[in-house]
């Protein structure tokens, strides 16, 4: 079992930046695939990041070059560091953890963090 909590959401002008924390409990989180989802009002949940186990990474289309990904496995924590905000990037923003098992997969979410970007 995975347990995830995101930080650091808020109110941002636009422009501003922001950086998202995911602290993970549990075993094993350097062997999870690790993404960034976001969903806004009215709005389907949209795919903004993934990084492997390995480290490597992957964005959306909409953020690439503003947005970055990352992690340390030795505090069990998912980052993204968000540059350059727009309007159209407020949104609930959440944190999944997946992985791989025999006979299935292991899928894990956290609670959400509100971004606002707005003057």
């Known amino acids: 079992q995975v347990q995830l909590v995101e930080s650091g959401g808020g109110l941002v002008q636009p422009g501003g930046s922001l950086r998202l924390s995911c602290a993970a409990s549990?075993?094993?989180?350097?062997?999870?695939?690790m993404r960034w989802y976001r969903q806004a009002p009215g709005k389907q949940r949209d795919l903004v990041a993934t990084?492997?186990?390995?480290?490597?990474?992957v964005y959306g289309d909409s953020v690439k070059g503003r947005f970055t990904i990352s992690r340390d496995n030795t505090k069990n924590t998912l980052y993204l560091q968000m540059n350059s905000l727009k309007p159209e990037d407020t949104a609930v923003y959440y944190c999944?953890?997946?992985?791989?098992?025999?006979?299935?997969?292991?899928?894990?979410w956290g609670q959400g963090t509100q971004v606002t970007v707005s003057s």
């Open positions: 549990g075993r094993f989180f350097s062997d999870y695939f």
């Open positions: 990084i492997t186990s390995g480290g490597n990474t």
């Open positions: 999944n953890a997946w992985r791989r098992i025999v006979g299935g997969v292991l899928d894990y």
